[in-house]
């Protein structure tokens, strides 16, 4: 059973296109995680949300955790080919609890 | 710039042979962790260890082992490698409080032939 799951699968769009993707569970989460891979690379942290309803921004990025913790929303505006990759969302339940994660949306911005 | 390190990007083993995956973390991290990634099937964790000499199992340990004798190196052994081991492999470190986050390597990509 995957407890987190992401939509869509994959997401091709054109530059200066704005997009949203889910993260949803039926579990609470005491802290949730957002990463970037590049291909090749590891992922990164991109940012950690902690309180439900709490909105987290990083440039064009735009992050929600949901009021009651279980799910999770990234919204990116006017998209740029440098967003291109895989965003995989990761929870954790507890305060030293390993992290759960989701498979990953993988993005294409086309120039 | 702190990082973890893996020690090969590339590998190529034959089936049967021992292969050990190096992960080195210069961020005095206590927690240390090995994840296969595989397409369609996402990140999934191998192994854990806490604290040096410690250890605990993942979702998927079988076929695998670890090695913890220092807190900033964390080894992957697969015992006998097989064709079905071939997969990009990820180690990451953390801080005891999850909120900030994994610090992963670049991956090392296994194949077995």
């Known amino acids: 059973t995957q407890l987190l799951e992401q939509s869509p699968q994959f997401l091709s769009i054109q530059e200066g296109e704005n997009l949203t993707v889910y993260c949803n569970s039926s579990?609470?989460?005491?802290?949730l995680q957002w990463y970037r891979q590049e291909p090749g690379e590891g992922p990164v942290l991109l940012v950690t949300v902690v309180t439900g309803g709490e909105v987290k921004k990083l440039k064009r990025l735009t992050f929600q955790f949901g009021d009651a913790r279980k799910d999770s929303s990234l919204h990116i505006t006017a998209a740029q080919p440098g967003d291109t990759g895989l965003y995989l969302c990761a929870g954790a339940r507890g305060a030293n609890s390993k992290l759960t994660f989701g498979k990953g949306i993988t993005l294409s911005v086309r120039p | 710039d702190v990082k973890v390190t893996q020690s090969s990007r590339y590998l190529v083993k034959r089936t049967g042979e021992k292969v050990f995956l190096e992960c080195v973390q210069d961020?005095?991290?206590?927690?240390m962790f090995w994840y296969r990634q595989d397409p369609g099937l996402g990140l999934r964790l191998i192994y854990f260890s806490y604290d040096v000499k410690m250890k605990e199992k993942g979702d998927i340990p079988e076929g695998y082992s670890v090695s913890r004798e220092k807190k900033e190196r964390f080894s992957l052994i697969l015992e006998s490698a097989s064709t079905n081991q071939t997969s990009m492999y990820l180690c990451?470190?953390?801080?005891?409080?999850?909120?900030?986050?994994?610090?992963f390597g670049s991956g090392t990509r296994l194949t077995v032939v």
């Open positions: 990451a470190s953390s801080l005891p409080q999850g909120l900030y986050g994994y610090t």
């Open positions: 961020m005095d991290h206590e927690n």
């Open positions: 579990s609470v989460f005491s802290s």
